[in-house]
């Protein structure tokens, strides 16, 4: 396991670089589909394959819950219950925790939280979801943090803080299995002295990679990036950087630009099945009536196995119908978009010409 | 378009043939998925394809209320709409009409009903379910029919078998399309006398293929076989036999064995959305607790996608999810067993030896 930087863009902070895992390589800058409970919903890992994907996410804590950590340890592991063969990075469960769980109170100790499934009391420490993610058996895993919304008063983001620094620690103290890259989490809110903090503090714990947590939690696009800005050049070169949860075709273009290597984000999957598809030439909302009558494939620029085979006039139909397929097809389109994104933009920063490719990418979508 | 008999069984009515059309040939006994609303639910036409699919069912009522026939007629008819290049067959409406939709009146003229989409009136008349079926463009149609449920007296019997009769000679009028062929629809319900005449009456009228209607309404599995033993010693030789709406594996064999060579089936596609498999052992019921930690196949004699890739607990653990891949993985396993039943039967047929295969196949079940 290691991170090579394999080339740089002179002007920017962009990067591009390899990360090996005993699930074979990843080429960074990567966009990671989000699997959460052993599935990106509606496809199957062939397909996942066939769109070039070559690593997804899972949740900690959707499959503490259900089917079961250990039920996944007794049947070989995540890898083998899902039937996928390529690396998989798992997370912690703290931003779920604190985001979607019932009830959630968090002490020094770990948090104590009410299942969204039915209601009953689980606790994470540090120590159990380092268990957890070792049962599951990903490549990566990621520590324990504490996710606030934003705003959230600078008192809370700096207890907030401390206790991800604590549990960062024990985290690294608990990991045990060296087949896995585990990764720390830098938090610190929108205070720029804290997420500097953050980010020094985390560093001499050190991790083999760098994530920064606590961003879409309800800020601008340009708050994002300021964070990004300030905390990516305290961040050492020969580590990969993640930025989790993000984000927007146009965010992954800028963050990358400021130096980030790894995404994930339900946008891409969760629009898909709200009929949001992303195009080279902007938004479509396919259940527009506009469509009904229109036999051109979804975006006459994609080679994606839905604009190959089937028109928009179908697409409306099917998610009109309210047919699975529809979320499929939608789907399959829209992380190819994204995987499409990650390609060119990987291109761009080999052969130097970042700024030329950003131009071109804003251009289309005004044009449009 | 035409139908070759290629192989009889001596001991039964069954036989192998050949129907074409001029979106390919169909091997008859032939199973036929159904496409509702132009999809057969979670699957894409390359997956129907993989499956060996030659054949698949489209609903004249689902495709007329949404997205409209005419709408289909413009972008170049229901094949080039869905994307599927092999034969389709639609049926008329009929039962759709009295099963689905509501206030439902019925003239000599036709039927009038209310959308079960949007409570809309609509008016159903021979003439106009010619019109849509024309407009979609499927390889085989059917004339309209009414169809009773079961029990139904005997004069609403007489009076459904009378109408349908005009109507059959009313659609063969109005059929224009010679790259079609009009299937009629033997009516009667449960009395033998009233069968009789309905088809003395069709083969009259003379159609390219016959079916039976009005079956699947109530009655129990001998009553059915007992109408298919009643009614296909009238029907020509040289034409295709059709039982619409059946049904589970055996009421396939053991009407493959009476002589019917088509038969299409909500049961493999619905039943697999509600975890419900079959198997070459009978039944399984994914969601059952027993499956949780269970690493093998759905079925280890099967060879479809879904039991080359996935063991039982990661199905049953999709299934709990609620996650749709679990619907498009039990719909093809399904769909695969009732396609390699047919063609097991086929062969059986044509090495004449399909009563040692019935003898197997009960066999099989009760052993597990």
Not at 151 to 173: F, G, N, V
Not at 286 to 292: L, Q, S, V
Request: aromatic share 8%.
């Amino acid at each position: 396991m290691s991170f090579t930087v394999l080339a740089r863009e002179g002007e920017t902070r962009a990067r591009c670089g390899r990360l090996e895992t005993r699930h074979g390589p990843i080429q960074t800058p990567v966009f990671m589909p989000v699997g959460t409970v052993g599935t990106v919903k509606t496809l199957s890992p062939e397909e996942l394959k066939t769109l070039g994907v070559e690593v997804i996410l899972g949740n900690a804590y959707h499959l503490y819950l259900r089917p079961g950590h250990q039920l996944i340890a007794e049947l070989g592991g995540l890898h083998r219950f899902i039937s996928w063969d390529r690396p998989i990075l798992t997370d912690s469960g703290g931003y779920q925790v604190f985001s979607l769980a019932e009830l959630c109170k968090v002490t020094e100790e770990g948090a104590t939280f009410q299942s969204h499934l039915d209601g009953s009391l689980h606790f994470f420490s540090p120590e159990f979801v380092i268990e957890i993610q070792e049962a599951l058996g990903a490549d990566i895993i990621m520590a324990l943090d504490e996710c606030l919304p934003y705003p959230s008063s600078r008192e809370a983001t700096r207890d907030a803080l401390d206790r991800t620094i604590q549990w960062a620690r024990r985290c690294k103290q608990a990991h045990q299995r060296r087949d896995q890259m585990l990764f720390g989490i830098v938090q610190g809110g929108f205070y720029p002295e804290l997420r500097r903090e953050a980010a020094l503090r985390l560093l001499d714990v050190g991790f083999e990679g760098y994530a920064l947590g606590g961003l879409s939690v309800g800020e601008t696009p340009s708050m994002m990036r300021e964070v990004v800005d300030q905390v990516v050049p305290l961040l050492p070169e020969e580590r990969p950087r993640y930025l989790m949860g993000v984000g927007m075709p146009e965010d992954l273009l800028e963050c990358v630009t400021r130096g980030i290597d790894m995404f994930d984000c339900v946008i891409p999957t969760r629009h898909a099945r709200t009929g949001w598809l992303f195009t080279s030439f902007g938004r479509v909302v396919i259940k527009n009536a506009r469509y009904a009558r229109d036999e051109s494939p979804l975006d006459p620029a994609c080679d994606c196995t839905t604009c190959r085979h089937f028109s928009r006039a179908y697409l409306r139909h099917l998610f009109m119908a309210q047919e699975t397929l529809a979320l499929r097809l939608n789907t399959i389109h829209n992380l190819h978009y994204y995987l499409r994104l990650m390609e060119q933009i990987r291109q761009a920063i080999r052969e130097g010409r970042l700024a030329q490719y950003r131009e071109e990418f804003y251009r289309m979508r005004c044009e449009a």
